[in-house]
């Protein structure tokens, strides 16, 4: 079916995802963060403490 | 009476957390940002002791980043909410790179350990956080900041002023 004018075709979505090798630290970015970069990051921090009072 | 423990900690020096950052242009000199970072802490090595090793904390998150911001090569960068202020972290740098090894901040490590007394070995309620300071610029507030762009040979300038400010 033809439509008149523009185009009601919905542009795809693609999605990148990258991780810094450095940092660890993970983006995402979609066609719809052309404008608004967003980066979502991290860490999980768990040790052993050893005491001798 | 002595004793020897193991715990397991979340360690305060670098505590787990999550964090969202947001960037946008306005136009080619103006960016705007936003900053969220939160952390959540289950037996902080801050606050751990002999009598408390198990389940200590907050069991919630609590605030390391909140802050809003504008950013321009020409502008510098402005920013409020709570955030790091400008003195933060300029007397604690660990040449280690560990935030760790020769780290100022004792506190983080082992702040919740209770001294004996010497005479009956009992546990007293001085902690080790009690009896050191950091010995670092102001820490994180509720603030407004300004750093200024790269002048030269790299350097900028930077100032802060929050609410506990006088």
């Given at each position: 079916m033809w439509h008149h004018g523009r185009s009601r075709k919905t542009k795809k979505t693609e999605k990148r995802f990258n991780i810094n090798?450095?940092?660890g630290e993970a983006t995402v970015l979609t066609a719809l963060q052309e404008k608004i970069k967003l980066k979502i990051y991290g860490q999980v921090n768990r040790g052993i403490l050893y005491s001798d009072d | 009476m002595r004793s020897q423990r193991i715990f397991y900690v979340d360690i305060d020096n670098s505590s787990t957390r999550i964090g969202i950052e947001g960037k946008a242009s306005v136009t080619k000199e103006l960016s705007l940002g936003s900053k969220i970072e939160v952390q959540f802490e289950s037996n902080s090595t801050a606050s751990v002791n002999q009598t408390s090793n198990?389940?200590?904390?907050?069991n919630t998150f609590t605030n390391r980043k909140l802050e809003i911001y504008g950013a321009g090569e020409h502008l510098g960068i402005i920013s409020i909410g709570q955030g790091s202020t400008a003195p933060d972290g300029t007397a604690e740098v660990d040449f280690s790179k560990t935030?760790?090894?020769?780290?100022?901040?004792i506190q983080d490590m082992a702040g919740g350990f209770l001294f004996r007394n010497s005479q009956t070995g009992s546990l007293t309620s001085i902690t080790i956080g009690n009896t050191y300071?950091?010995?670092?610029?102001?820490?994180?507030?509720d603030q407004i900041r300004y750093d200024t762009p790269v002048l030269l040979g790299g350097y900028s300038l930077s100032t802060s002023f929050g609410t506990n400010d006088t």
């Open positions: 090798s450095k940092t | 198990n389940g200590v904390g907050s935030a760790v090894i020769a780290y100022s901040a300071s950091q010995l670092d610029g102001l820490g994180p507030n």
